[in-house]
């Protein structure tokens, strides 16, 4: 089941956000960042667990959303979880007013069956490249830019 996240759910989140981040699949995030973002997240439960997760963060700037850490335990991969989960953040987009959503991606082919198109990094504005500054891979950063129009 798919659900808002919960302040009880910020430690499992951590934790599998960070799984993924040790084996350089995606930025790390502290518990303490996901306390302070906890309203943008969607987990999705299983039996009262977390074995997924995904944040859609506004980045203020001309309607544009952006879907992050996405997360879905290993033994759970292959059954529309991800999916679900980003088809969660874009429900809410458009609830929010938000036209387009756009993600940074080490596996932009699962994004590119949601319909997202591969895009120049170039479009976004400098404000979304904060994070990247603390990436260990900056600046040689190796995600794919993927966008979608959204109605």
Known sequence: MIVKAKLDNAKEIHKLIN????????LPRSLNEIYENIRDFWVYLDNSRVIGAVALHVVGWDDLGEI????????????????KLVDSC????KKLGIKKVFALSF?????????????????????IWAECCNCPKFPNCEEVALAKNIE
């Not at 799984?19 to 995606?26: I, P, R, T, V």
């Not at 991969?77 to 999916?83: A, F, N, V």
């Open 19 to 26: 799984l993924y981040a040790e084996k350089d699949m995606m």
């Open 68 to 83: 992050k850490s996405l997360a879905v335990e290993a033994a759970n991969h292959k059954k529309g979880i991800g999916r």
């Open 90 to 93: 874009i429900e809410e987009a």
């Open 107 to 127: 596996v932009p082919d699962f994004f590119k069956k949601l319909g997202f198109k591969v895009v120049d990094k170039k479009e976004f504005p400098h404000k």
